[in-house]
């Protein structure tokens, strides 16, 4: 009962340097999503998608590339880390996002990213 | 988009209730409220949610006024393990939410 999968659970990186979070989840979901969270404050959405092969931005989409060439896995990726990118990351996966008002949002354990 | 209002933080001895009341007078007739809550270094997990009526499940209850300009998240009996951040979220019926929405949430601290 693996459900939303995140990995790695911590990561140092140094500015410039690029690097993958991975998200897997196991329910059949279609939408899948990426969060951020920086200390004392709320989630922001960074990007989505409503299934394989289309993905759309959110609120925060800047330095970060996501693609789903799979139902499973939605990696976010961070092309040239800088030091405002240091954050909590959360994927989070519902059945589709036309029943996102009406059921539920199930979220990974998070991902620490610190970008010295 | 509607927007919700809730306190920073409140505090609650362990075994007793616990009502946790989010503002929201902008609401639409067709926006579904929803509470989420995040425990220390974990991702948010769902609580509850409701449109009109009050609902319950094994969580918790949710108190949606009349008007619904407001509404009320009841923990029953709150134990050490309901510490966390609760968020009141406002959704669209009508589907096509890129995603959540969060503000910064209630702080719920409960004394042993």
């Known amino acids: 009962n693996a459900g939303v999968t995140q990995t790695p659970k911590f990561q140092v990186l140094k500015t410039g340097q690029s690097m993958t979070l991975q998200c897997a989840q196991d329910m059949n979901h279609e939408y899948m999503s990426w969060y951020r969270q920086d200390p004392g404050m709320g989630l922001r959405l960074i990007h989505y998608s409503v299934g394989a092969g289309i993905t759309d931005q959110g609120e925060v989409p800047n330095g970060y590339n996501v693609s789903r060439s799979t139902t499973e896995d939605f990696p976010l990726r961070l092309l040239s880390a800088a030091p405002s990118q240091t954050s909590v990351y959360f994927c989070?996966?519902?059945?589709?996002?036309?029943?996102?008002?009406?059921?539920?949002?199930?979220f990974g354990e998070g991902s620490r990213l610190t970008v010295l | 988009d509607a927007k919700t209002t809730q306190p920073n933080s409140m505090e609650s001895n362990e075994e007793e209730p616990v009502h946790l009341p989010c503002n929201h007078s902008?609401?639409?007739?067709?926006?579904?409220i929803h509470w989420y809550r995040q425990l220390p270094s974990q991702g948010p997990e769902y609580v509850i949610h409701g449109l009109t009526s009050n609902v319950n499940n094994r969580m918790a209850s949710l108190a949606i006024a009349e008007d619904r300009k407001s509404s009320t998240l009841i923990l029953h009996r709150a134990t050490l393990r309901d510490a966390a951040v609760y968020y009141c979220?406002?959704?669209?019926?009508?589907?096509?939410?890129?995603?959540?929405?969060f503000g910064k949430g209630t702080h719920l601290i409960i004394q042993p």
């Open positions: 902008t609401i639409s007739g067709t926006d579904y």
């Open positions: 989070a996966s519902s059945y589709s996002r036309g029943v996102l008002s009406t059921g539920e949002l199930f």
């Open positions: 979220i406002l959704l669209y019926s009508g589907g096509g939410a890129d995603g959540l929405t």
